[in-house]
C-alpha cells in the first residue's frame, strides 16, 4: 500500500522516508491503531514498513477484502512502477493529481484521478495482461462517479502498432478510444509512443497509421484527452499531405483511363471503317473471283497494322 489516513489525511509512503521524524511519528500511529485504510469500510488498522530490502510501505494489520486489498492484489510491480512515474511527471508539471483514489460511488480504486478544468480524469495504466472484464467494470464505475476514463498501456515504444494484430486491450483501444488513439509507455517510464489509426477507405493498408514517439516529459492532456505535445499538429500536416498526394495520383490515374479509353476508340472507329470499305467493294463492284481474292489480301494488309498498334 502507498498510502493510508493519519488525523483525517492522507498520507503517502514516499514522503515519510524522507523524514527520520515523520517516520517515527507514523510508526508510533501505526502501533497505537491511528493510520486507517483509505477504504472507510475496512475495519484493519495499517501499519507503515521501510528497510534496507523494502521500499516504504504501509500493510493491514489484520486480513481484509476491502477494495484496497483487492486492488493491491492486481497492482503488479510494472505498473506500480510507471504509475509513480507518471504522478512525479505530472505532479512535477503542475497538474493537480491523486495516486490510488478511492472512487466515492462503490470504492473501487483507481491508479491516477486528475482534476482538470473541472472534470474528474481517471489515467489507468494497462499491460497485456489487463483483461476485459477489469476494463468493463473499472468502465462502469467511472460513469456512476461522473469520471472521465482514459488509458496508457505498457510496452515497447519501438515496436510498430496495428489494429488487426495485436493484443485485445491495443485493440480496443484503437477502436474505442476518442480519435482512435492508442499510447504505449516503456517499463522503465521515459519514452512514450502515441499511434492514431485513420479509417479511410482512400488510404492503402500499409498507410492506415500515423505514430510518434518521445521522451516522457512531451506527454500532457491537452482538452481533456491524454496525448504527446504536438501530435495533432504533426498528424494534421500528415494527413493532410497524404490526402493532396491521394488526390494527384487520382488524378493522373483519371487522365491515364480517358487517354487509354479515347485511344481505343478511335482505333476501333478505324476498324470499323476498314472492314465497311471492304464490304463496299464486295457489294457495289463487279468483279472476278481472283480480283476479289487480290483486293481481300490488299485490304487485309492495310488494316493488320492497325489491329496490332
Known amino acids: 500500500m502507498n498510502s493510508c489516513i493519519w488525523n483525517g489525511k492522507r498520507i ?23 493510520l486507517k485504510c483509505l477504504d472507510s469500510g475496512c475495519t484493519s488498522t495499517i501499519g507503515y514498513k521501510h528497510g534496507p530490502k523494502k521500499s516504504p510501505h504501509f500493510f493491514h494489520h489484520f486480513d481484509s477484502k476491502c477494495e484496497y486489498v483487492l486492488f493491491e492484489k492486481s497492482d503488479r510491480p510494472g505498473i506500480r512502477d510507471v504509475r509513480d512515474a507518471l504522478y512525479e511527471h ?26 482538470i478544468n473541472g472534470k474528474s480524469i481517471v489515467l489507468q495504466i494497462a499491460d497485456k495482461q489487463t483483461s476485459a472484464k ?20 505498457i510496452g515497447n515504444p519501438d515496436e510498430p502498432q496495428s489494429e488487426r494484430h495485436n493484443y485485445h486491450i491495443h485493440r480496443n483501444l484503437f477502436n474505442n478510444s476518442k480519435n482512435n488513439d492508442l499510447i504505449i509507455i516503456n517499463e522503465a517510464a521515459d519514452r512514450v509512443l502515441q499511434t492514431r489509426i485513420i479509417k479511410d477507405s482512400r488510404f492503402g493498408i500499409t498507410e492506415q497509421s ?25 498528424f494534421d500536416k500528415w494527413y493532410k499531405n497524404k490526402i493532396t498526394e491521394q488526390e494527384r495520383q487520382k488524378r493522373e490515374e483519371d487522365a491515364r483511363q480517358k487517354y487509354i479509353s479515347e485511344h481505343y476508340t478511335q482505333k476501333a472507329q478505324q476498324h470499323k471503317a476498314s472492314y ?32 496490332l498498334k
Open 12 to 34: 503517502d509512503a514516499f514522503e515519510i522516508f524522507q523524514n527520520e521524524k515523520l517516520e517515527t511519528d507514523i510508526r508510533k500511529a501505526g502501533s497505537s491503531g491511528e
Open 90 to 115: 505530472f505532479k512535477t508539471n503542475g497538474y493537480n493529481v491523486i495516486r490510488e483514489h478511492n472512487m466515492p460511488i462503490g470504492g473501487k480504486f483507481c491508479h491516477l484521478l486528475f482534476l
Open 134 to 153: 477489469n476494463r468493463e467494470n473499472l468502465l462502469k464505475a467511472c460513469e456512476v462517479n461522473g469520471y472521465e476514463l482514459c488509458w496508457i498501456v
Open 210 to 234: 500515423f505514430a510518434l514517439t518521445v521522451p516522457l516529459e512531451r506527454l500532457v492532456f491537452r482538452d481533456g484527452e491524454l496525448s504527446i505535445d504536438g501530435f495533432d499538429d504533426r
Open 276 to 307: 465497311q470499305n471492304r464490304e463496299f467493294y464486295y457489294r457495289h463492284i463487279a468483279l472476278s473471283p481472283i480480283q476479289a481474292k487480290h483486293i481481300t489480301i490488299i485490304l487485309q494488309t492495310m488494316t493488320q497494322p492497325l489491329l
